[in-house]
């Protein structure tokens, strides 16, 4: 049998991966490897250093629940305090041994006579693993529109994710094309910078108020020392999100009174009625992400910023040119155009049981058990998997969740002496035909096209109820729904 170098490995830094490497450790399993393609940990929050980063959820809640920090400044954190946060957790819980940065893995195959897994990086080393996790996140992977002309265009040009921080917009004409969650955090922060600021919008966010603040000293304080203090806060603002998924699973009717509260908003922030006209959106609330922004919307009220609805046609040179026939001069041009989160993992190979490929497996749409474990791949585990993602609360909730079900698959291999699971593929299928019969009814499949969908129209990203529900049915793999392979 071929000596292993680590009982588990686990690819991706970014949130998902450091929460399991802690969990995994606390647990004591002491063997783990923590891969990590680029030259530092992080993942999204290493990568999205565009103007204005920052997360929709409030900082006590984005944050792990054993390791809730008091130190927020701000109610919504932004960029760099997450990353310090993720920074700060590596090196609190000693996790530097276990990590292996510059690492990228290209391809991982399962051996079904050991039931090791293989693991192979860009730069040839390989690595033999009892248990794979991937935790290779779903938001890195840049949609960039598919634009005529675009390589003749001579001005500067980059993704929201790949923001180039020596970029000097100031004094330039600027376009920002797409107005999802990082485009209406650009959008307000460039504007007073440049010298004029084009918005080539598709369809219209809607866009509800943020209220952020900073976090007082005082409430620091009272955060570090009274006991409960901050668990109480982090439960309420639990639950005060966990609600919002009542609109979205259960009664999406329901929305439409949000919906005139939001217009409202609307009303008050833009007062000119043909640009207030624009930004109506036309589907149902929730049926794309709901943003949050108090200063997005009044920075259309500004002299050098345009809000253009008609669709582009070309990219010339040095301008853009749309449908209508009209020339916008553009030096420098911003995709805030999204990523796409159907494309499973990525280009690594996994080669799974009998050589099945995962690209073959999910070639109709990605499909999990649980959004965790895949038939034919077995001791494989994916972290924010297929099916995992929210619209209405925390991801980490999410994340942990997995680490729990993960840990629980490690304690029954240990108790049954067994060499690895693999899911049922019928415990599988049965799973997602209830998935997907779930997701019909949700604000979701009410008729916009959204990145949750895949090529096909179907929902493969977001979890169709409440995070409670996916705890709970995440406690622990059921014997029955696996193969034990002994
Ligand atoms: C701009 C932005 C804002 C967001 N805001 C919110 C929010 O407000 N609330 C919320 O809940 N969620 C938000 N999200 C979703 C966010 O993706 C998750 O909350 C979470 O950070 C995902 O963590 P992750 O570790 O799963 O993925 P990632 O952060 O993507 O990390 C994956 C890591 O895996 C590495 N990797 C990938 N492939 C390989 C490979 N082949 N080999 C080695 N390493 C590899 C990557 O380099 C990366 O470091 C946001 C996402 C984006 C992009």
Request: charged content about 25%; hydrophobic content about 40%; aromatic content about 10%.
């Amino acid at each position: 049998m071929d000596a292993i170098d680590a009982e588990a490995v686990i690819v991706g830094a970014g949130f998902s991966g450091i929460g399991m490497a802690i969990q995994l450790r606390k647990r004591g399993v002491e063997s783990i490897l923590l891969l990590e393609r680029a030259s530092d940990v992080g993942g999204i929050w290493r990568d999205n250093v565009y103007p204005g980063c920052a997360c929709d959820i409030p900082s006590m809640l984005y944050s792990f629940s054993f390791e809730t920090s008091t130190e927020w400044t701000r109610l919504f954190p932004r960029q760099t305090e997450i990353w310090d946060y993720l920074r700060t957790c590596i090196d609190k819980y000693d996790l530097r041994k276990q990590l292996r940065l510059n690492h990228d893995l290209t391809e991982a195959r399962y051996d079904d006579a050991t039931s090791r897994w293989h693991l192979r990086m860009a730069d040839g080393t390989s690595l033999v693993t009892r248990m794979l996790i991937l935790a290779m996140g779903a938001l890195n992977r840049p949609v960039v529109p598919d634009i005529p002309g675009l390589e003749h265009f001579t001005g500067e040009r980059f993704h929201s994710s790949s923001w180039d921080p020596a970029a000097d917009l100031r004094g330039k004409n600027v376009a920002v094309v797409g107005t999802g969650a990082s485009g209406i955090q650009i959008i307000p922060e460039i504007a007073p910078q440049v010298k004029r600021l084009t918005v080539f919008q598709r369809t219209p966010a809607w866009v509800t108020p943020r209220l952020d603040r900073p976090v007082s000293p005082g409430e620091r304080w009272r955060r570090g020392h009274l006991p409960g203090y901050a668990w109480l806060q982090r439960r309420l603002i639990y639950w005060l999100l966990e609600l919002r998924g009542y609109g979205f699973v259960i009664n999406p009717a329901m929305l439409r009174v949000t919906e005139r509260v939001v217009l409202k908003f609307l009303e008050k922030q833009v007062a000119d009625l043909k640009l207030r006209g624009k930004l109506i959106p036309s589907y149902r609330m929730g049926c794309k992400r709901v943003l949050l922004s108090d200063d997005y919307y009044p920075t259309f009220a500004r002299d050098n910023v345009e809000l253009v609805t008609e669709p582009i046609a070309e990219f010339r040179e040095g301008s853009i040119v749309t449908k209508d026939g009209r020339a916008y001069p553009i030096d420098a041009v911003v995709f805030a155009t999204g990523f796409d989160a159907t494309d499973g993992v990525g280009s690594a190979r996994i080669a799974g049981r009998g050589g099945a490929e995962l690209a073959q497996e999910w070639k109709d749409g990605m499909a999990a058990y649980l959004g965790t474990s895949v038939a034919k791949f077995p001791n494989m585990f994916l972290i924010i998997g297929p099916n995992t993602g929210l619209g209405h609360n925390s991801m980490i909730e999410m994340m942990e969740a997995q680490y729990r079900f993960v840990c629980a698959a490690f304690d029954l291999m240990e108790r049954g002496r067994l060499r690895a699971i693999d899911v049922k593929p019928q415990a599988q299928e049965e799973f997602n035909a209830r998935l997907q019969e779930r997701l019909k009814r949700t604000v979701w499949s009410s008729g916009c096209r959204s990145w949750y969908l895949d090529k096909s129209g179907k929902n493969t990203t977001l979890w169709p109820g409440f995070t409670y529900a996916f705890r709970k049915l995440t406690r622990r793999p059921q014997p029955e729904d696996f193969e034990l392979i002994r």
